[in-house]
């Protein structure tokens, strides 16, 4: 093999190289393909009080694990597990103990033409209050709730993806004050580079049941590519505006694997 050969080969060996760590599986448009699972490990350190209110602070703890499973190339299942810790110093101890767990299973799918990227997703979200707070403080019902999400981005050829969003969720089984459901739209754009990724936003959720709070956030995250499967990262998100809260913030770290 000559000299002009080899350095052939090797450009092409770098070129597949750079292809395979530019795959990013951190977007929310990304779906794993049939056969792969994505795995998201994350905990959340929030601060929330409301406002004219002169007591004490909402102070939570959370870890969860999301997995999420390839069926086919464009429509995933996912499964995830939550629990809020009452660990003293960091959290109200508002809980009845350890072990305060919330469930969500469900399904997305993506839809792709050309540059346009769109996903549809439903979801099922449950907990029980009666082992969150005790027997004493809460009923033995599990509360249920069903949720739907549309996202569409434009993909502009650059790992430069600006996209928007809108969610439902409504509790279902039960009605506490009629129909219940509570909405949530975002304006976001994702940005990929060889080794990082980042994605910022503002999303505003709002109600038509009872008083509008009409909450206003901004939303952050940053991932790093350790290998071209792995990522880690931080998240957080800013109460910037509305009718409830005096300060509402949450920082978080997540660990992001595609099997």
Not at 70 to 90: K, L, Q
Not at 93 to 99: G, I, K, M, S
Request: glycine content about 10%.
């Amino acid at each position: 093999m000559n000299i002009k050969n080899i350095l052939l080969t090797t450009a092409a060996a770098t070129l597949l190289a750079s292809a395979a760590q530019a795959k990013d599986f951190t977007g929310s448009l990304f779906l794993p393909s049939k056969g792969e699972v994505l795995s998201n490990t994350t905990v959340d350190l929030s601060r929330a009080k409301i406002k004219h209110f002169h007591g004490w602070a909402e102070k939570d703890f959370t870890a969860g694990e999301e997995l999420t499973v390839g069926v086919t190339d464009n429509f995933s299942i996912y499964g995830s597990i939550d629990n809020a810790f009452n660990y003293p110093h960091i959290t109200n101890r508002d809980y009845n103990n350890e072990h305060n767990f919330s469930y969500e299973i469900g399904g997305k799918y993506n839809f792709n033409y050309g540059r346009w990227l769109s996903q549809l997703g439903l979801g099922y979200m449950t907990w029980q209050p009666r082992s969150w707070y005790g027997k004493h403080k809460a009923t033995n019902r599990w509360l249920k709730y069903l949720g739907a999400e549309a996202q569409i981005g434009y993909d502009m050829c650059n790992g430069f993806v600006p996209y928007a969003s809108f969610s439902a969720v409504s509790p279902i089984g039960y009605r506490p004050q009629g129909r219940e459901i509570d909405y949530s739209a975002k304006l976001g754009a994702h940005q990929s580079f060889d080794k990082v990724a980042l994605d910022a936003g503002i999303r505003y959720d709002f109600e038509t049941h009872g008083d509008n709070t009409n909450e206003w956030y901004a939303e952050a995250e940053a991932n790093y590519f350790v290998t071209p499967k792995v990522a880690v990262g931080l998240h957080g998100d800013l109460f910037l505006a509305g009718n409830t809260w005096k300060y509402d913030r949450t920082i978080g770290a997540q660990l992001k694997v595609l099997f």
